[in-house]
DNA sequence: TTGTATGCGTTATCAA
DNA sequence: TTGATAACGCATACAA
């Protein structure tokens, strides 16, 4: 194995200049078909693969995509990024890694290092959280940028992909009153996110809808975490049983989780006593007992669409990986506009929290 | 926000010449404490941050740590990366994942890439199975390379981190033993993985120790899912009663689920008919009921530690984020040289698939 | 259609 | 202790 062959070795090789070789590697349409053919042949034989300080130095398209990501310890953080991994498996590109340990200092580190260093052609903020305004600075820079995010209004212009909370919500409560539910308790989330606001409207307008009232004293806080879900949920217990609700919309899984421990905790029966629909489907509820009914956010698919959006957006395309030898060549840049926000479908997944389902609401689709 | 400042304005704003400036940026001894504060002071006052492309070219260290990971589908995967994430957060490196989607062909090309492009400091390979051979490959070229792997016998002299599993899952069965169980199962993984066999092993050591004879009717085959878990749980339910056993080692935690399923499915109870044990501690076996009793792996804890070790080789130091200005300069290089194998201790965690544990065994020490 | 020459930002090798 | 200067491997005018 030749330790490093460079684009002179293959020049050489083929009996042409580098910039030739430079031009067959970065699909220039003007290079004889034939010498073209020549060379990639070469290029296969000696199974070169271009440096990428060295192009990227000089200016060519680089093949790293930034991905900014919160600590890890979000729970659906590596459903997105086994998406963002399909999409990339695809294409020549490869992902670095930015994790961002909430510290402010860190942030601007490591923006600053991605805007000096041209090595990356793109960037994915997921959840960029503090550090949205390098994000949009970034984007007034001219970087191509997606983001996932759900904590803030997603700035204008700036390509995003996420779900519909509103209409997830509202599927969900909806499932709850088609069940015969009309005393519905909702345990929000941190209400600064604009997915919690949004699914509190879900849940106030599916209940309007259906004529009901939003009890005050059936809403609570809380965190996301299985923590807030029990603490809220003991509030709830601690009511008297006929001023207690019937059914509760939980605004997220884990939230849920600790709801049926303080149920458990308080005697009370799920789904016998009280219904529940969470807000995600992690993989955890599917285990649970009772299984959780929940709204399924697609996570997978919010990275690897997140990817595409974001590959459709480089000057370039995205270079298939056996691209040199068996991909047209020429007018290839017609990457079609995309929209710039895309909302994926949220899903309803009925499961035993909510007791015996009663007909076809299986699937019901957001609105 | 200067787009882009360079070594040589930071040399023609200290009057120097830019040799000196990369002198100070790449920590070297001989440069006057005068010149070298005053350097850095510039440089942080234009927050300079050196082109990764550029300094990688020109023969540099870089500062990225390729990681190399199977699909992102296994549990596991996500937690480890968490604890690489932690290690890097803490130095000036930046984290390129090289995601193996199962092709052979995207495996050789990631890693010839690696190979050719200087881009990559280290190398850190989580579970590399196939590509293996690269990866070894890549050792002899002289990178530094860490692999977290309980697949196969690791490569003797390449630094390796992982558990013991064989003291694990003799862990696992004693305690059953100390519960008073005599009739214990073993649910296998796929055996062709060398942590499966030690796993077994562990179990026949225990059962051995404590003059038992393993019922090979009692041991089956999974292969980690909790499909495999379901169906080995049912030839063992479909033995008549007094041929049954009454504990269960499985060799995984959703082997475990799959055990739980078959059991509610043929009206087993846990742990009142059949106590059970897992090995991994997913974070779905707090919540899933009866909670899992299970070895704990320390997912997060390896990955850092991976990191550490791999931080040890690289000849040039970690590197902390604030390093420029606050840190001694000189002889720093000591990195003590690190164990190339490093066991991490498995844990016991008690939760109600047992049934109410007797005593102080909550906590018991892998030997 | 192809070749030549120059530059990208940094490190390393010399001298001074 | 410092400063020129030559690589590093590739992309891109500009010529031919």
Redesign the pocket.
Known sequence: MAD?V???DIARLA??????V??V??RKP???P???ERILHIIEEQSFV??MA??G????QSRLIGVLVPSLTWHFIPYIIRGVAEAVAQTSYDLVLYSMNDLEQDKSDALARILTTKLTAGLLGIVPGQSAKYVTRLHKHGMPIVIIDDQIQPPAHIPWVGVDNLSGAYTAVRHLIRLGHRRIAHIRGPMRNLCCQERHQGYCKALQEAGITPNPEWILDGDFTSEGGEIAARKLFALPPEKRPTAIFASSDPTAYGIISAAEEAGVRIPGDIALVGFDDLETSAYIRPGLTTIRQPFVEMGRKAMELLFSMLNTQPLSKQPLLHQPFGAANQTESEPVRVYLDTRLVVRASCGASQGPQSFAQAV
Chains 1, 2 share one sequence.
């Not at 009996?15 to 030739?20: D, F, P, Y």
């Not at 130095?57 to 060519?60: D, K």
């Open positions: 490093k460079t684009i002179n009996g042409v200049s580098k910039a030739t430079s031009r590697l970065n003007d290079v004889d034939a010498t073209r271009p440096n060295a192009s130095l000089a200016g060519g």
